[in-house]
């Protein structure tokens, strides 16, 4: 085996590590967002590692196959936190204190600070 062979296997396995860590890290985050932004961003983080993951488990497993995969599943990701945004921009449920709530500043003219 030659050495730019063992170091670019050890380099991949190294990736993967750090990347699986990184998954559990923002699957924590996922779970604890104390708001749905964070845990939009959050899934957003999860949907980029995993790209990264395929793309780093193609270089560990030669198949250049899971680049397609990675690039097929980060435009799916893209329009899945497009809309989970616009959901939640479109939210009733939003607070009458966010300052992107023009509703609650425009309606309610009654109350001062």
Not at 17 to 34: D, E, F
Not at 35 to 51: P, T, Y
Not at 57 to 75: C, M, N, P, R, T
């Amino acid at each position: 085996m030659p050495a730019d062979t063992t170091l670019v296997f050890i380099a991949s396995r190294f990736a993967l590590v750090v990347l699986l860590i990184s998954l559990a890290l923002a699957l924590v985050r996922l779970i604890k967002g104390p708001h749905a932004a964070d845990r939009i961003v959050a899934l957003d983080l999860i949907s980029m590692l995993i790209v990264a993951f395929l793309a780093a488990y193609s270089i560990f497993a030669g198949e250049a196959s899971f680049l397609d995969v990675a690039i097929a599943y980060a435009l799916i990701a893209f329009l899945g936190t497009v809309a989970l945004a616009r959901f939640l921009m479109r939210s009733p449920q939003r607070k009458p204190g966010n300052i992107n709530n023009k509703e609650a500043k425009t309606t309610n003219p009654t109350v001062l600070a």
